[in-house]
Structure formats: C-alpha cells, structure tokens
C-alpha cells in the first residue's frame, strides 16, 4: 500500500525509518506538512517521491492510506477527510478529541468498507504479548485487579513544541493513557465501566526545552488523574496518570490473579522484562518473550493493518480498539467532573490470533 504521510513531526522519523525498512507491505509516496522545511526534511532523507499539501494528497489516485501523524486535534478532520476521500487511515493516538468524533470516524469507514488503524501499536510488541499469551495459559488464574502507573513531570523539558500536550486532547491521561488503557484493554477484555477523580497541580508550565525555553503554556486540562476501570470479565484496574510527579517508585503495570501476579513492562515500548510470580514460586522469575518485536518497532499496526486488508479480516491495531480506549478516557474524564460512575457502551474488536514465529518485518495469522 501506498502511504500519504500527514504530519512530518517529533514522531513521524520512527515510522519513516521502519515502514520504508522494516516492514515490506507499505511504502511512501507522498509526505505533507503545514511546514514546508519540515516535509522536505523527510522526502530527503527518505526519498519519498513527492511533497504535496494534504488536499492534493486526497485526490491523488495513487495513495491508499493516509498516516495522520499530526497533533491531537489534527486527528478527527484529517482522518475524516480522508476516509470521505475513500482513503484508509492509520492515525497516532488519541484516534479524536471526543468519543462522538470517533465513533463517526469508525462509522464513515464502515459505510465505505475502508480500514482504520491507530496507534498505540506498542501492545503488539514482544512484551505485552508475551503477557496476554501468560493469562491465556491461565499462569496467573483468573485475573481479579490490575495496577497502571504512569506519572512524570511532563514533556515541557525535552519536546520541542510541548504546548499541544496541556491542551484538550493531551494531559497524562490522552497522551499516555492509551499505552496504559490499551494493554489493559489487550490483557483484560473489554471495560465495562469507569469512576474517577482528576486535579490540577499547576495552572501554568514553563517550557525548559529548546527554542521555546522560557515560554509559559496554560494548562487547560487535569494533570493528575486517579481512575478506576471495572472489566466485564470482574477485574477491577486502579490506574493514576499524572504530569504532576517528579519521582516515585511504582510499576507500570501489573495484573493480579487468583493463582499469581504478571508484571507487565512499559506498555510505551515493545520489549520486555515480563515478570511472573505465582503462588507456588512466590518469586518474580523472567519469562522468555514469544516474539521477535522487542525493539523500537513503531508502525507495525499499519503494516498489520494492511496485512489485514489483503487477508480481509479484522485488523488489531484497530479503529474500534481505539474507539474503546477513547471512551474510556472521555468517560475517566467525566466521571471525574461528575463524581459518579460512568458506564461504557463500546466494544473493541476481537484480537486476531498471530504467529509470532516469524522474522522482523512479516506479519502471519495464526
Ligand atoms: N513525540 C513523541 O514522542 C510521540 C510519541 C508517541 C506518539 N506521539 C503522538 O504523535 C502525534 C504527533 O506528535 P509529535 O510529537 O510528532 O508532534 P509534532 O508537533 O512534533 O508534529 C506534528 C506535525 O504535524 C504538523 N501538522 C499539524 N496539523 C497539520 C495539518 N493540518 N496539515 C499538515 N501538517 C500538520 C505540524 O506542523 C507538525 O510538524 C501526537 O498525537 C502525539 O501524541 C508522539
């Protein structure tokens, strides 16, 4: 498949470097960004063929597949355009602002029978599969609770343009929550309902980063957040995301059984250590990972997501996976300014089984 890149950014030199390398199902054909330099920068360095702006890239025949990398609130009017231009979408996370724009988004590709993918890909990785074939193996029993920690002082010191991430859209909880609700959601099953309390720890950030060092940004949405996510399968997740912490000692992710305990490693990487401890060998021991993917291997969910498309099944990186994570997040949200319990109606797609014996680069089904 032929890919129309849209946001030529911080992220976008990861999926430049292993859709043209790593994985052989898609290639570049055009690359677009509201700054020029920014797409000439990559059409360079990646010869990609052609720079275009982001409406020529809709009427241009030979791009299959829009890679909306831009910024939050780029996701839903880019990725709609172009699935009206009947073109398939692989969008960075948040999939939009609000679950009613992903739920559109989601039902505009299903009238037209095009795809939509969406970061995080990171579950497919080495690490959180190995974890979701652990508790499919029944190691740690049934699964009761899980515990999702994501806390740091925010991106200010080191992204060079940090303001979009205390804007709606980012915080802890959009910009990172869908790693954390993602790999739970892999792990879990679907959620079925969430409660929550968020705070503010500052009204305004100062940027430490380069060229905007000095510069304030207005927070305009919580960055503490403490949330509780109950799954239809009965286990209940305590997750804190935060932008207000500058050290702490907790785990990213564990998941508690009755027979045993997973921990589960940085569901923002691919790799492991996957730790288990069970109720006879009440140590953590290392368990082997079952896939080849434990490096940096952004953009595996589009070239699985065109695997999908010529085996015409479900895709796993999924736009309704995503769906899912997002009303999630909204709902944390709400629950939040509420102060009361917000239940869900979506469902992410079933995951299709995948062989993980195989070389970098290749996807298989089971
Ligand atoms: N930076 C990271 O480490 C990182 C990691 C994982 C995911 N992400 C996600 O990737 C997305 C992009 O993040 P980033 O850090 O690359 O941001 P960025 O600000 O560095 O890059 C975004 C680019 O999109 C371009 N853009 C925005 N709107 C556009 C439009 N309408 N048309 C054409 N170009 C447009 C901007 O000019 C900019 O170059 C975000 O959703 C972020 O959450 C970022």
Redesign the pocket.
Known sequence: MKIGL???????SIYLENLTNVFPNTSFYAC????AE?AKNAAEKYNIPHIMT?EEMLECPDIDVILN????Q??YP?SKQALLKGKHVYV??PLALTYAQGKELIEIAQSKGLYVGC?PDTFLGAGIQTCSQLIKDGKIGKPIAATAFMMCHGHESW???PE?YYDFGGGPLF?MGPYYITALVRLLGRAKSVMAYGAKGFEKRTITSMPKNGQEIEVKVDTHIAGLIRFENGAIATLIMSFDVWKHSMPNIEIYGTTGSLKVPDPNGFGGPVLLATSENTEYSEMPLISPYSENERGIGLSETVHAFEEKRVNNASGALALHVLEIMESIVKSAEQGKEITLESTPSQEVPLDWNVKIGDIKTK
Request: with cysteine.
């Open positions: 849209v946001g030529c950014g911080n992220i976008s677009a960004d509201l700054d920014k982001f990398l831009t910024t939050p780029g996701h880019l960075e996370k970061a992204h060079p343009d979009f910009d």
